[in-house]
């Protein structure tokens, strides 16, 4: 095909490649659009009812950036599992690339990611870790309709 010679079916079929591909992604299993929750307390009900956490596990993680302290809010499943709530994604996204680097070279985390909460298990980071604290977090992003992401 020469330039110039029939843009409107190029076009087209560019088209009908990038919906094809649209199709394929949203096909793939990843969430359209992540949950939500109202608050902390209503996220870690929703965890809770489906990994199980442990009583009287006290505490909540501060995450500090090269700035200061971030906008978080966070409780503890377990020993190393802990439900983080934000206020915004763009939050959410800063706080666990902010823990992603934090454990880098020390083992791997594990992450399910909603709209404005995540859980992170760092049962293979954390010194002393109890061995009952890990979860089933690829599971748990299943059954809440989440993303599941593992770092090391």
């Known amino acids: 095909m020469k330039p110039g010679q029939n843009l409107g079916a190029v076009l087209s079929i560019c088209a009908i490649m990038i919906g094809t591909c649209s199709a394929c992604t949203a096909a793939s299993g990843a969430p359209a659009e992540l949950p939500e ?14 990994i199980g956490c442990l009583d009287g596990v006290d505490g909540g993680t501060s995450v500090y950036d090269g700035v200061g302290l971030l906008n978080t809010e966070s409780t503890k499943c377990t020993e190393t599992v ?3 709530y934000v206020e ?10 902010t823990l992603s680097a934090a454990a880098e070279g020390d083992g791997s985390m594990q ?3 909603g709209k ?4 992170v298990d760092y ?4 010194a002393g870790g109890s ?14 309709g989440a993303e599941f992401n593992e770092v090391e």
């Open 116 to 119: 404005n909460w995540f859980v």
């Open 82 to 84: 802990e439900v983080f």
């Open 88 to 97: 915004a994604a763009g939050d959410r996204e800063h706080v666990v690339a």
């Open 123 to 126: 049962s293979e980071v954390a």
């Open 37 to 50: 929750f109202d608050s902390l307390q209503t996220a870690f009900e929703a965890v809770d009812k489906n």
């Open 111 to 113: 992450f399910v990611e």
């Open 131 to 144: 061995p009952d604290g890990s979860r089933d977090l690829a599971g748990l992003a299943e059954k809440l």
